[in-house]
């Protein structure tokens, strides 16, 4: 069998990290508008849980924020002139659409696209699907910067193919690997691929949610999973609950974790509990893995609860001893009853036996914990030496990184510098900068 490990792609938080209030659907974006965020602490907050897992021994990398504000978006609606004239025309005429293309969301790159490791496809090749995100208009402009970053990153055709994004239609929302989880007896065998939809375009008896949106469908999970080539014995599609949708939980990694064959979930989580388990299960005896699932109870933690603390939207990684850790921001230990849980979970005998905190306070204010950070992809040793390599997390690059952000950022950002035309000369310069750090030049328009 295939040696691979699990690499964790973090997003680098940009210069410009703020709080515009934009994902309707989404309780902590929603609660938090219009407040004053710090850039500077939002990136060192980031880059320390990518060293303090590197520094574990854990597979560890990057994606570069993109350029802000979005100028394609921009003047692709009508503002033209100078960048300054642009950007001053915005924020008097549309301060909304202004924030939008100042969106910080490119940092969340569970939502990049969704990755299907080589052991499950058609071709031996490991495949990205760019996500359309086309539910948020902040988030529908991300794909095209992620694709080129993407393909520089793989660049090799040998061993990676990326997709762009789907058709940009509700029909085919797709949110990337927030939906997606993959189920295996280790990295390298083959695995189990398990997307999650909120709802169904054109199966008018599928359950929908009824105050806030579903912004993954059955049809774009359906989609990827063709463009990858999985086989249909092994991939398995899941209906998230749309009630627990209705609380806030807008993508399935609120609110479920999965890593090798352990499947941490809340007991809403999807509409048919017991089906889903069963679905899961048979298809996993078919790659000799058997699931472990670690079910919450509403009784313990609720999904109020569940919402506010990210318990949920943790990481689940293998340590060498075999055993898992649970990575948790610090909310989870400031929930009485989630800590309670947490507590109880430790001292059982199941696979999960650490527990990590890191305070992400920046990302959190935004509906972003520990695992929206992160992009799963498993690569071969092979897969793992024909990538870039610029972006590989270790001291060297951390000590490079925290110096540039010391450089670069500002310690607060309120709603309306954002018109400030002096801040997107900032964040232009130190983008410029960061492309040489990582050695890829040319990755954004300004550069072109
Ligand atoms: O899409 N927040 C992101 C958070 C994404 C979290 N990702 C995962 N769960 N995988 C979103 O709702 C807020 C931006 C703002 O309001 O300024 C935002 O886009």
Redesign the pocket.
């Known amino acids: 069998m295939t040696h691979a490990r699990e690499f964790n792609f973090d997003g680098l938080v940009g210069p410009s990290h ?6 309707f659907g ?1 309780v902590a ?1 929603f609660s938090n ?1 219009k407040s004053t965020s710090n850039p500077k602490e939002a990136a060192l907050q980031g880059l320390a849980k990518m060293r303090t897992l590197a520094a574990r021994g854990f597979a560890q990398a990057l994606l570069p924020p993109q350029a802000r504000p979005n100028f394609r978006l921009l003047r692709s609606i009508g503002f033209t002139g100078s960048d300054a004239e642009v950007i001053s025309r915005a924020f008097r005429e549309a301060p909304v659409l202004l ?1 939008a293309a100042y ?3 490119p940092m ?1 790159t ?2 990049a696209a969704t990755v299907s490791p080589s052991a499950d496809t058609a071709d031996g090749r490991c495949h990205f699907t760019v996500a359309n ?1 086309n539910n ?1 208009l ?2 529908s402009c991300e794909h095209t910067q992620t694709a080129r970053t993407l393909r520089a990153l793989f660049a090799d055709e040998r061993h990676f193919a990326v997709h762009d994004a789907l058709p940009p239609t509700p029909a085919f929302g797709d ?1 990337g690997a ?1 939906n997606h989880t993959r189920l295996c007896a280790n990295h390298g065998a083959p695995g189990v691929e398990m997307f999650v939809y909120g709802r169904a375009e054109f199966d008018a008896a599928a359950p929908a949610p009824k105050r806030f949106p579903a912004r993954q469908t059955l049809e774009a999970s359906q989609a990827v999973a063709r463009l990858h080539g999985l086989d249909a014995q092994r991939a398995v599609f899941i209906q998230q609950d749309p009630e627990t949708i209705d609380q806030g939980v ?2 399935n ?2 609110i479920a974790v999965g890593n090798a064959n352990v499947l941490f979930y809340h007991q809403q989580a999807f509409v048919d509990e017991a089906g889903s388990l069963d679905t899961l299960r048979r298809a996993m005896a078919g790659v000799q893995a058997e699931l472990v699932p670690i079910r919450v109870d509403t009784a313990d933690v609720s999904v109020a609860d569940a919402v506010g603390s990210y318990l949920f ?1 943790s990481q689940l990684l293998s340590r060498a001893n075999g055993r898992m850790a649970l990575v948790v921001p610090q909310e989870c230990r400031e929930n009485p009853a989630v800590d309670r849980y947490l507590e109880i979970l430790l001292a059982s005998d199941g696979p999960i036996d650490e527990l990590v905190t890191f305070d992400l306070r920046q990302s959190m204010r ?4 520990p ?2 950070l992160r992009l799963r992809v498993a690569l071969n040793d092979a897969e793992a030496a024909a990538m870039h390599q610029g972006v590989v997390m270790n001291e060297a690059l951390y000590a490079r990184l925290t110096e540039w952000v010391g450089k670069h950022y500002r310690d607060r950002l309120a709603p309306a510098d954002l018109a400030d035309p002096q801040l997107a000369v900032e964040v232009q310069t130190a983008l410029d900068e960061l492309t040489v750090l990582l050695g890829l030049p040319n990755l954004y328009d300004f550069q072109r």
């Open positions: 703020n709080y515009a209030g934009l994902s989404n974006s508008v924030s969106s910080a969301s969340w569970a939502n995100l948020k902040h988030r949110e927030a807008f993508h990694d609120v939207n935004n509906g972003g914990g695992a929206c």
